[in-house]
């Protein structure tokens, strides 16, 4: 049987958020970790992931939003499980250099992104108008990690303030993944 672990992002996603409805609607569905809301620790995202994924022998499949694709990110440069698939959506930019200013947030992931191959077959979920990256940033993410380029139109960052609620089409994508 596969396992599907929901990676959260940086913060909680609200009751009608696309990730919650699936938790709520599949027995099969985890979060990886429950969302624990901002701030972000990437290390602490990692662990959690960590041992969800090693619980069991069963193989996995990660659905990531936001944030929670570079926990898969950093999660795959430290560990091996058994993951057989990942759905990473509309994963954030985030340079290398960026340091919070005077009155800026300072919970986001500050760091380098890994950018090597994902040891599983992975889709990543691409938006026309995400404010936190650009199209051409999402490209860039698919093809450092091997990831298959999904364009999503203008979707904006695929959260319940871009009206996502339900999303059929991301439930086809895990389907395709379950049946590699």
Request: with cysteine.
């Amino acid at each position: 049987m596969t396992r599907y672990l929901l990676v959260p992002g940086r913060g909680r996603p609200l009751p009608g958020h696309w990730s919650r409805r699936w938790v709520e609607a599949y027995p099969h569905h985890r979060w990886a970790p429950e969302p624990p809301g901002p701030p972000y620790v990437a290390d602490d995202r990692v662990a959690a992931l960590e041992a969800a994924v090693s619980v069991a022998d069963e193989p996995a499949i990660l659905i990531a939003h936001s944030a929670g694709c570079l926990t898969v990110a950093l999660w795959a440069s430290r560990y091996a499980g058994p993951v057989r698939a990942a759905l990473l959506v509309t994963p954030p930019h985030i340079d290398p250099e960026w340091k919070p200013g005077p009155g800026e947030a300072d919970d986001v992931f500050i760091g380098e992104v890994p950018r090597d191959p994902l040891p599983f077959r992975s889709i990543l979920v691409a938006s026309r108008t995400d404010p936190y990256a650009t199209f051409a940033q999402f490209r860039r993410y698919a093809e450092d990690w091997g990831a298959e380029l999904y364009d999503a139109g203008d979707v904006g960052h695929l959260d319940s303030a871009s009206g996502y609620g339900p999303w059929p089409e991301g439930e086809r994508l895990v389907r395709e993944l379950s049946e590699d």
